[in-house]
């Protein structure tokens, strides 16, 4: 009895740690995150050509080099989960709720969270290690010592940047899984595939729905970037932080994306 | 005896330690324009940490320092980094922006604190690396040039910026001699033709024994200034003459 009691103190203990530990985090990151936009704004400009081509670099290696993989991955879920829904369609609703499950669940839910995945993949991760070993290396300190703000030089545009990027993405996600799924299927004649199809859904969309879905898409792309720039610079001296804070901002983004969904899910 | 006002001062300054301890012995200095002040002295004794100190890099554990007439212990962020501009510090190594060429690392400062339209930079910057005899290409990434090359694209973003004081960190690490010495001549010119204060922590005694006007000399159990190589070569303090000693040896 008394040792079912301890477990049981013990796991809420637990529980209670991690959540504190979770908020304190999440506080430190919306502060870090904070801290690089009011450097950014009271530069009077907004960008310099210094900060610009950063911004330019990262939506080029964030949004147009990941392009040929969101348009694979669009197209693999519109043949595998676009295809399910509108043939599940065929036997338990009307045309009407299969447009407007297909919009809600692989338009708006999906698209953005298998953006961001691939973005926390490829963007987040090489932000921290790039980031983590330029300070191991000495060349951030090298430009603050310079005068150059770092937050304003090396976390705004990575950012921004960023957020461009996943909400261009997961617009092209939503649009290639949807629209090119519905095309396959009607391709196989299946009944509720066709381009009236495709009609009903875009007027399925409605402004609202646009709105969280920017939203959510900005919201994640500043978190996957701030993530990885948090991380990135809490390397300091030993390479093996390296890794460790990589390995940290891959699985802190992954967690905050998630959060950030369900929290607009309720929401909205 | 030069009348005009020290670009640096320090008054009983002392440091901290990597473990955040400070440094026993205190250290007061004066610095003229056109001065090369060398900070020497064996392992240990905190010529890192003095120079960072005497450049307002990091906060003394005690003491004042005066840089550029701006008390160094009272600067916001926004004044830490204007003065930057004017006190150019080079770390140890001469870390360059890896992601980007060697041009581009040293036209990026001067880009970003808006000195003027890209050709006036890029024009600047090719006249920054005649005068400092660069020798190597300006197209390659830092990862892609010697030491030697590093070190000059390293001082030259800084000149970019039109500095009063230099500071450099062992500016010779891991250069051969003859490296060495365009380095020591790039040094005196940037005191004698442009006037900097240059502060140099160096293990390089042939440097200093030719070219030092003031010379620090820091140890784990004493610390002292001396004005040339005379009177630091002639010091009867123990600390100096081990150090002296080994070296000959």
Redo the contacts between chains.
């Keep these: 009895m008394a040792e079912a009691q301890a477990a049981r103190g013990s796991f809420i203990g637990w529980l209670g740690r991690g959540l504190i530990d979770l908020s304190m985090y999440i506080v430190d990151l919306t502060v870090f995150v904070l801290r690089a936009f009011r450097d950014w704004a009271r530069r009077g400009r907004i960008f310099n050509r210094a900060t610009l081509q950063n911004v330019y670099s990262q939506v080029i290696f964030t949004g147009l080099d990941a392009l040929p993989l969101i348009i694979f991955l669009g197209l693999a879920v519109g043949l595998s989960i676009t295809s399910q829904l509108l043939k599940l369609g065929q036997t338990i609703g009307s045309e009407q709720d299969v447009g407007a499950l297909l919009v809600d669940i692989v338009g708006d839910e999906l698209s953005s969270l298998l953006t961001a995945i691939v973005l926390i993949g490829r963007s987040g991760s090489a932000i921290a290690v790039d980031l983590g070993g330029m300070n191991l290396r000495g060349e951030v300190e090298g430009l603050e010592l310079l005068g150059i703000n770092v937050n304003e030089f090396f976390v705004t545009p990575r950012i921004i940047g960023a957020a461009i990027s996943q909400f261009v993405l997961a617009v092209f996600f939503a649009g290639i899984a949807l629209f090119g799924g519905v095309f396959i299927m009607a391709l196989f004649g299946l009944e509720h595939a066709s381009l009236h199809q495709m009609k009903r859904m875009a007027e399925d969309v409605d402004p609202q729905a646009i709105a969280v879905f920017a939203l959510k898409n900005i919201l994640f792309g500043i978190t996957i970037a701030g993530t990885a720039c948090y991380h990135g610079f809490r390397v300091r001296r030993s390479p093996t932080e390296l890794p460790q804070q990589t390995q940290r901002a891959i699985v802190m983004s992954l967690v905050l994306v998630f959060l950030i969904d369900g929290l607009l899910a309720v929401v909205s | 005896m030069n009348a005009a006002a020290p670009l640096l001062q320090a008054r009983d300054l002392r440091p901290r330690r990597e473990d955040g301890a400070p440094f026993e012995h205190p250290l007061s200095l004066e610095v003229q324009a056109g001065e090369t002040v060398c900070l020497v002295g064996p392992n240990g004794g905190g010529k890192t940490a003095y120079l960072r100190a005497l450049a307002a890099?990091d906060k003394p554990a005690g003491g004042s320092v005066k840089l550029l007439g701006k008390d160094a212990g009272r600067l916001d962020a926004d004044a830490w980094?204007?003065?930057?501009?004017r006190a150019?510090?080079v770390?140890?190594?001469?870390?360059?922006?890896?992601?980007v060429n060697g041009l581009i690392n040293v036209t990026?400062?001067a880009?970003?604190?808006?000195l003027g339209t890209?050709a006036q930079v890029a024009a600047a910057a090719q006249e920054l690396l005649k005068f400092l005899d660069y020798p190597g290409r300006q197209d390659l990434l830092p990862a892609y040039l010697n030491q030697h090359e590093r070190l000059l694209l390293?001082i030259a973003?800084?000149l970019m910026?039109s500095p009063e004081l230099m500071f450099l960190d062992e500016p010779f690490h891991m250069t051969d001699n003859a490296c060495r010495e365009r380095e020591a001549a790039v040094f005196r010119r940037l005191a004698g033709d442009k006037g900097l204060a240059v502060l140099i922590a160096t293990h390089n005694l042939g440097f200093v024994r030719r070219y030092a006007d003031k010379i620090v000399f820091l140890h784990a159990q004493w610390a002292g200034c001396f004005d040339g190589w005379k009177p630091f070569s002639a010091s009867a303090r123990s600390e100096v003459r081990d150090f002296l000693d080994t070296d000959q040896r």
């Design positions: 890099v980094r204007a003065l930057r501009l150019a510090y770390l140890e190594g001469a870390p360059l922006l890896s992601v990026l400062p880009m970003y604190h808006r890209a390293a973003r800084c910026l």
